[in-house]
């Protein structure tokens, strides 16, 4: 599986003007088409990334255990914007927050998914 993994340090300089985690949030989900925060160790986060790279899609994957500057507070973020307990997987699509393996698998069984990705760019065909 080869999904692009985002490096954390070009979120670090940038941490203090975007302090707000929810800020930090919408701004690396507005970045790319398709963006995953995850957890290294999860096994739906897995699977999800799995499902997108089998599409064809390349999502930017953010690996919120290997946030050195805050990946919790992000978790908790995105805990508060899905209103779970559970905060990843989070999937973001077009910038706009689609939700968690639940919710993508759901959009993916009715068809709902591919518009979605072509519209955002993330599919061509």
Known sequence: MHC????WSSYMATRSS???PVERIERMASENAVVIF?????????AI???FCGMG???TVYELDEDPSGGKDLEKALMRL???SNAVPAVFIGGKLVGTMDRVMASHINGSLVPLLKEAGALWL
């Open 4 to 7: 692009q993994t985002e490096s």
């Open 38 to 46: 995850s957890i290294s160790s999860c096994c739906m986060c897995h």
């Open 57 to 59: 899609v390349n999502p």
């Open 18 to 20: 975007y302090g707000d």
């Open 49 to 51: 990334k799995r499902l």
């Open 82 to 84: 899905l209103g779970a």
